[in-house]
């Protein structure tokens, strides 16, 4: 059974950084465009950023653009999202999230394998 497993969540200052990865098991990791999804309390689940297949394309919400970075290494079936200059207002659970094909969707329901999320808290 395919498994995607976040970790790297944490506890950090405003101003500070993290670094989120996401682990899939199974051989076809490649095959697959991956994003990342957060979700804080009483809010809905909001799109993060995501990448295409081969990681030649990405995209990110605008509240996020120069602050995070979306990366994948497929030998080692593993998707990353760097986090910088965190705000508090980016404090939520992270989910990273798979979709079969290419295309670095932006839209939630594209997406059909979902992680347990992380955690991630920003105080001021």
């Known amino acids: 059974q395919v498994q995607l497993v976040e970790s790297g969540g944490g506890l950090v200052q405003a101003g500070g950084s993290l670094r989120l990865s996401c682990a899939a098991s199974?051989?076809?990791?490649?095959?697959?465009?991956m994003g990342w999804f957060r979700q804080a309390p009483g809010k809905e689940r909001e799109f993060v950023a995501s990448?295409?297949?081969?990681?030649?394309?990405?995209n990110y919400q605008d509240s996020v653009k120069g602050r995070f970075t979306i990366s994948r290494d497929n030998a080692k079936n593993t998707v990353y999202l760097q986090m910088n200059s965190l705000k508090p207002e980016d404090t939520a659970v992270y989910y990273c999230?798979?979709?079969?094909?290419?295309?670095?969707?932006?839209?939630?329901?594209?997406?059909?394998?979902w992680g347990q999320g992380t955690q991630v808290t920003v105080s001021s």
């Open positions: 199974g051989r076809t990791f490649s095959m697959y465009a």
């Open positions: 990448i295409s297949s081969s990681g030649d394309s990405a």
């Open positions: 999230a798979r979709r079969p094909g290419v295309l670095a969707l932006t839209i939630a329901n594209e997406y059909g394998l």
